[in-house]
């Protein structure tokens, strides 16, 4: 065929404030973000707050000495059995190379710091939690513009504020070992995720792959100082599937352990398309249903069974 490799769209944030929506670059900016949700579900950002200082001190003063702790003190990091994937995964069928520890609203100081408690009872980890605490709240600022924008380029924006209001944020970060073999091996199965946004920080070493709308599959490979904006199912649900959540998988290889960490963004509202997104040509496409109930099908018998676990789930 000979054409063009498919590139993710890439977009630079420089000049948008979080704080003040609708300055400066803003409309120009929401355009882009618009346009290649609509077409590819995710983009690489510019997002100049998190300095290349910050983000490397997340991983090498943070995550990685983090990934180096014994498992028994990385178990501790368990939110209850009502939340089971909320903290520590590690050792699951099949994903042999990935383990990964989570703070539910890492964006805010106080669980950075319980968290920090929980792995070393009475240390020193005030460093780890500026560091962690800092990079997660810079990734929330763009999860909140970039949802915003969403919201405003579909014209529903007055739904943003109540939104926000039950809105959390899940900030996970995860290790993937390099296989003893030069083929590419699977870090983590391809999927789509559940929730409205992810932000994805990865670490110098490459192997986020994502999957167009006609199936083929890109290795994204974002300017090392930038991040990766995506949507889950959840904000395809509520757009009425105007935007689409793409599948991704982590794909490593070569000599290298792989680091990411990445910010979710979580819906606790009923997840229902608004009547502005629904009409004759936009016909309703998912009944309305709790995050919390779609998680616990994807994880169930019958929905491991889907690929498409949002349409299996509910669709119309
Ligand atoms: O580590 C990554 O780059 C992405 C992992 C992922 O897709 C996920 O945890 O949902
Ligand atoms: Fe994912």
């Given at each position: 065929m000979g054409g063009e490799a498919t590139e993710l769209p890439m977009i630079d944030f420089s000049g948008v404030v979080p704080s003040v929506p609708g300055s400066g670059p803003w409309a120009a900016v929401r355009a882009q973000v618009m346009d290649a949700l609509t077409t590819f579900g995710c983009f690489g950002a510019h997002y100049p707050p998190l300095t290349p200082e910050l983000r490397a001190s997340l991983f090498d003063g943070a995550v990685?000495?983090?990934?180096?702790?014994?498992?028994?003190?990385k178990r501790r990091n368990y939110y209850g059995p009502d939340k089971p994937l909320h903290g520590y995964l590690g050792g699951l069928p099949g994903l042999d190379a990935y383990e990964s520890l989570a703070i539910i609203d890492g964006p805010k100081p106080e669980p950075v710091r319980a968290f920090a408690d929980l792995i070393w009872p009475g240390g020193a980890n005030?460093?780890?939690c500026e560091v962690v605490h800092g990079a997660a709240k810079r990734f929330a600022e763009l999860e909140e513009t970039v949802r915003r924008m969403i919201l405003e380029g579909l014209g529903v924006a007055k739904y943003h504020e109540a939104h926000n209001e039950s809105t959390w944020h899940l900030l996970r970060m995860s290790e993937y070992k390099v296989p003893n073999a030069d083929e590419k091996w699977i870090g983590y199965l391809s999927h789509q995720d559940t929730n409205s946004l992810s932000v994805v920080c990865q670490h110098e070493v490459d192997g986020l792959e994502m999957q167009?709308?006609?199936?083929e599959w890109i290795l994204v490979k974002p300017p090392p100082t930038s991040l990766i904006v995506m949507?889950?199912?959840?904000?395809?649900?509520w757009t009425n599937g105007r935007l689409h959540a793409p599948f991704?998988?982590?794909m490593v290889r070569g000599d290298v352990t792989r680091y990411s960490a990445i910010l979710f963004s979580v819906p606790e509202f009923m997840i229902q398309a608004p009547d502005e997104l629904v009409d004759e040509d936009h016909p309703p496409r998912f009944k309305p249903y709790r995050h919390n109930d779609f998680v616990g099908f994807c994880v169930s018998e019958e929905g491991a069974h889907h690929d498409d676990k949002l349409k299996a789930f509910c669709a119309v």
């Open positions: 990685k000495p983090l990934f180096s702790l014994p498992v028994e003190t005030a460093g780890f167009t709308r006609d199936g949507v889950g199912n959840a904000l395809r649900a991704h998988r982590v």
